[in-house]
């Protein structure tokens, strides 16, 4: 069964804008990672928050987390057309679990 | 190999026949993942494999999926008597440390019955 689901399920912005995507799932998690998947083929990895993080940032991403709402966020600044891509949220339960949501898919507009 | 290889990228099929796709982890990865992606959705975990431990199955949707990892590295997922609901791309994914540092994808088999 999926256990992170994204919100919203597609999100169209202009080149240069803020785009925020987010994340929630049902059970405790060791930590919670984000993937980018470009035409439908293989993920990339992004960026992993451990469940005793808050905020976590790499480059133009800011990552936050809660746990207290089972909650996350992805931040991409400044955003590019290549950002755009599908966005999915995984969580890890027993740091061999993995399940990931339906993701949101990005267009940013050139 | 420098990433997680799978093969074939691309398999059609007639409805009835078996099929075999292969994932090649990422050398020292201990844990192989299998998904299911089928068009504009999201990933369907299909099974999982660490290290010498029996494998996770609770992810295949029926006996007619199965998958094996020999020798702790190289993995086929068998699919047998396939039908057309089975069309899909399949994902693996390797990662070393119980995927502490993230999972790396293959490209995935992109999987056609018709």
């Known amino acids: 069964s999926q256990q992170g689901e994204e919100d919203p399920q597609a999100l169209s912005i202009q080149e240069g804008e803020n785009a925020t995507m987010n994340c929630s799932y049902k059970?405790?998690?060791?930590?919670l990672q984000w993937y980018r998947q470009n035409s439908g083929r293989g993920l990339v990895h992004l960026i992993l928050?451990?469940?005793?993080?808050r905020e976590k940032h790499s480059g133009r991403l800011r990552v936050t987390l809660d746990t207290s709402k089972k909650s996350s966020s992805l931040l991409i600044t400044a955003s590019r057309a290549a950002d755009t891509a599908s966005y999915f949220c995984?969580?890890?339960?027993?740091?061999?679990?993995?399940?990931f949501g339906a993701g949101t898919r990005l267009t940013v507009k050139p | 190999g420098a990433g997680v290889s799978q093969s074939p990228s691309n398999k059609v099929t007639e409805k009835g026949k078996d099929v075999e796709l292969r994932c090649d982890p990422i050398?020292?990865?201990?844990?192989l993942y299998w998904y299911r992606q089928s068009l504009g959705q999201g990933l369907e975990f299909l099974i999982y494999?660490?290290?010498?431990?029996?494998?996770?199955k609770s992810g295949l949707p029926s006996d007619r999926f199965s998958a094996e990892r020999t020798g702790g590295s190289v993995s086929t997922l068998t699919i047998q008597r396939t039908q057309q609901e089975d069309s899909a791309v399949y994902l693996c994914?390797?990662?070393?440390?119980?995927?502490?540092?993230?999972?790396?994808f293959g490209s995935g088999t992109r999987l056609t019955v018709v």
């Open positions: 994914a390797s990662s070393s440390q119980g995927g502490y540092y993230g999972y790396t």
């Open positions: 059970t405790s998690i060791n930590n």
């Open positions: 928050i451990r469940s005793n993080e």
């Open positions: 995984a969580t890890d339960r027993n740091n061999n679990d993995m399940r």
């Open positions: 050398s020292g990865h201990t844990a």
């Open positions: 494999f660490q290290g010498n431990s029996a494998p996770d």
